[in-house]
Every structure is written in C-alpha cells, then in structure tokens.
C-alpha cells in the first residue's frame, strides 16, 4: 500500500533541534519530488521545504530558511527535515508530501500522497 509515514515529532523549547523523518512505501520512490508542509491549529497548510527526486535542488519557505534543512535518502525511502533553532511560531503539525506529476513543489497541489502528520510543539 502507497504510504508515507512520520516520525521524529515532539516538544522541544525554543532554540532547540529536531529531526523528523518520513518513510516512505511508494513504488519507485525514486521517481518522486518530496516536501514538507505545516499546518498550525486554526491556520492554512504552509509550505516549508522540498527536495527534488534527483536531490539536487531544494526549496525553503524563508520563515525557516537558514534554521531548516531537506534531505532525502533514497537507498532507504526516507525523507528528512531538519530543524534548528526552533521558535514557538514553528509549532504545527508536520506532514510529508510526495509529487509524482511535477509541478510548483511549494504548492500543496502539486503533491499526491501524504502522511497523516507528526505534531511539532515548541515552548518559549
């Protein structure tokens, strides 16, 4: 079953570091972009970072540019996103997207399967 699951979640204080993970059961994983977006409570789904299936460009909202990084390994299926000096602000659920048909990787359209969501908590 195509799927992408989260992990890596959790409450953290501001300046703090997480490392959340996204594994992925996709048939030719290779083929596709992944990304990351958030959603705060009572807010829109945000873009935050893409990676491209060749893993040789990256995107970043600038809100987390600089203090978040997007990788990708492609020999286990997993995507990951770094994320350094972490504000309250940056408190939302994560989700893990992928995109087989290409596309504007910042738009949550261009992606066609996502994970149920990993839930970032940051304290001030």
């Known amino acids: 079953q195509d799927q992408l699951v989260e992990s890596g979640g959790g409450l953290v204080q501001a300046g703090d570091s997480l490392s959340l993970s996204c594994a992925a059961s996709?048939?030719?994983?290779?083929?596709?972009?992944m990304g990351w977006f958030r959603q705060a409570a009572g807010k829109e789904r945000e873009f935050v970072a893409a990676i491209t299936r060749s893993g040789l460009s990256t995107y970043y909202s600038p809100s987390v540019k600089g203090r978040f990084t997007i990788s990708r390994d492609k020999s286990k299926n997993m995507g990951h996103l770094q994320l350094n000096n972490l504000k309250p602000e940056d408190t939302a659920v994560y989700y893990c997207a992928a995109a087989s048909v290409g596309g504007d990787l910042r738009t949550a359209r261009a992606y066609n399967f996502w994970g149920q969501g990993t839930q970032v908590t940051v304290s001030s």
């Open positions: 996709l048939r030719s994983v290779s083929s596709y972009d």
